[in-house]
């Protein structure tokens, strides 16, 4: 899905608010990389004739399994007047469901891990493209739209190139 300039500063903008002055402005740019590549999903849900929330949603391969088509959650973002009123949730759900009406098989993240597990996300084995920074592995999960689909894969896996950053995968930093 093409997105004007307008359209990239609004979910840019939402972005920079939901995640704050310290990581807002790496997330709002990022956001406009993944906006630009021409495979990323990107989903709004909107309250009061305004973007409330974005959820974004990238290709992520498996090396070995090429067949396997995989997306990343990330970022997913609600503006902080109408945080706590369960639009997280629903951006997953509305992610989820379009993700499986395209034949996806899975979806990954690296995140918080009680917010991920309480909306369907389980530890994995699989690795993430730079394992020897992803330490704190309760963070890294992946939720199957294909029961089963993931059985038994395994082995390198590769991001779109502005998620490619090492230090995107460190999280030696990340609170227990």
């Given at each position: 899905?093409?997105?004007?300039n307008?359209?990239?500063?609004t979910l840019?903008?939402?972005?920079?608010?939901?995640?704050?002055?310290?990581e807002?402005p790496?997330?709002s740019d990022l956001v406009?990389?993944?906006l630009l590549q021409p495979?990323?999903i990107?989903?709004?849900?909107?309250?009061?004739?305004m973007?409330?929330?974005n959820i974004?949603?990238?290709p992520f391969q498996?090396?070995?399994?090429?067949?396997?088509?995989?997306?990343?959650?990330?970022?997913?973002?609600?503006?902080?007047e109408?945080?706590?009123?369960?639009i997280?949730?629903?951006?997953?759900?509305k992610g989820v469901e379009h993700?499986?009406?395209i034949?996806a098989?899975a979806?990954?993240?690296?995140?918080?891990p009680?917010?991920y597990?309480?909306?369907?996300f389980?530890?994995?084995?699989?690795?993430t493209?730079y394992?020897?920074?992803t330490?704190?592995?309760?963070a890294?999960?992946?939720r199957?739209l294909k029961k089963?689909?993931m059985?038994?894969?395994s082995?390198?896996?590769?991001a779109?190139?502005?998620?490619?950053?090492p230090e995107?995968?460190?999280?030696?930093?990340?609170?227990?």
């Amino acid at each position: 899905m093409k997105h004007n300039n307008e359209d990239i500063q609004t979910l840019q903008n939402l972005h920079l608010l939901a995640f704050g002055e310290e990581e807002g402005p790496i997330i709002s740019d990022l956001v406009k990389e993944f906006l630009l590549q021409p495979d990323t999903i990107s989903i709004s849900i909107e309250r009061d004739n305004m973007v409330a929330g974005n959820i974004i949603f990238t290709p992520f391969q498996m090396k070995e399994h090429p067949e396997k088509k995989c997306y990343l959650l990330a970022p997913i973002g609600v503006l902080p007047e109408f945080q706590g009123q369960k639009i997280g949730k629903d951006l997953i759900e509305k992610g989820v469901e379009h993700l499986r009406s395209i034949g996806a098989d899975a979806v990954f993240v690296l995140g918080y891990p009680k917010y991920y597990a309480a909306n369907g996300f389980e530890p994995t084995h699989i690795l993430t493209p730079y394992p020897e920074l992803t330490t704190y592995l309760e963070a890294w999960k992946m939720r199957e739209l294909k029961k089963g689909t993931m059985n038994g894969i395994s082995g390198e896996t590769i991001a779109i190139d502005p998620f490619m950053k090492p230090e995107l995968w460190d999280t030696s930093g990340r609170p227990e």
